[in-house]
């Protein structure tokens, strides 16, 4: 089906482990991104890509690594994952950066331990 | 720091009231500005848009945007039940508010 998807959807995961969550979209847009959202703040920005091989931090990006080796799949790895990574993931693809419609993903919802 | 900031809430309103959220934001270089709805649970999804002055009307919404003031703001008319959610403000460059929770009681 044509679409964001991710996965997984829930993730318990102990501290000092990495995981990585995956995102897939179909519609070939250009631009995707990464978000947190927790209690209190919202979504906040964690990368974001442009295109293909190219990506670019945003707002939150320490403890994460992203890549984007084809233009429907955006990765996040999170290399040594701390209780304060537990949080709400949301992808996102746009057909641009900041005057586009952003069509986001179902989220997986991440437990550190 | 470029800050959005909203109403955390919770904003109750009766069946068919007027329901206004609104949002302020810190950068005056800002040019789009974008209304999320967020069922509990579920991801965003946009709902209207805007990047001029004024006023823009889709149905039962209305964005209102004054970037003289550095706010813009979303009014839902004939509030419904099924329109309680989180409302989530966004500025051009990808940054959000923390979102308004928004109750209509039957």
């Known amino acids: 089906d044509a679409g964001i998807t991710q996965s997984p959807r829930y993730k318990i995961t102990e501290t000092g482990r990495q995981v990585t969550l995956m995102c897939h979209q179909t519609w070939s847009h250009s631009y995707m991104f990464w978000y947190r959202q927790d209690l209190g703040h919202g979504l906040r920005l964690i990368y974001y890509?442009?295109?293909?091989?190219?990506?670019d931090k945003g707002e939150v990006p320490d403890g994460y690594v992203v890549s984007r080796s084809k233009t429907e799949n955006f990765p996040l790895t999170l290399e040594s994952a701390t209780r304060s990574q537990t949080s709400v993931y949301f992808c996102?693809?746009?057909?641009?950066?900041?005057?586009?419609?952003?069509?986001f993903g179902p989220g997986t919802r991440l437990t550190v331990t | 720091q470029k800050e959005v900031e909203q109403n955390s809430g919770p904003l109750s309103v009766p069946e068919g009231a007027i329901a206004s959220l609104n949002c302020t934001y810190s950068d005056r270089g800002s040019q789009s500005f974008f209304w999320y709805r967020q069922y509990s649970g579920k991801s965003p999804e946009l709902i209207m848009f805007?990047?001029?002055?004024g006023d823009k009307e889709d149905g039962r919404f209305t964005a209102q945007l004054n970037k003289a003031s550095q706010y813009v703001s979303l009014l839902i008319r004939d509030s419904q039940p099924s329109d309680s959610a989180t409302y989530l403000c966004?500025?051009?460059?990808?940054?959000f508010g923390a979102g308004t929770r928004l109750t209509v009681k039957p």
């Open positions: 805007i990047y001029s002055n």
């Open positions: 890509s442009a295109a293909a091989d190219i990506t």
């Open positions: 966004a500025v051009h460059d990808m940054r």
């Open positions: 996102a693809s746009s057909s641009g950066r900041n005057s586009y419609e952003q069509y």
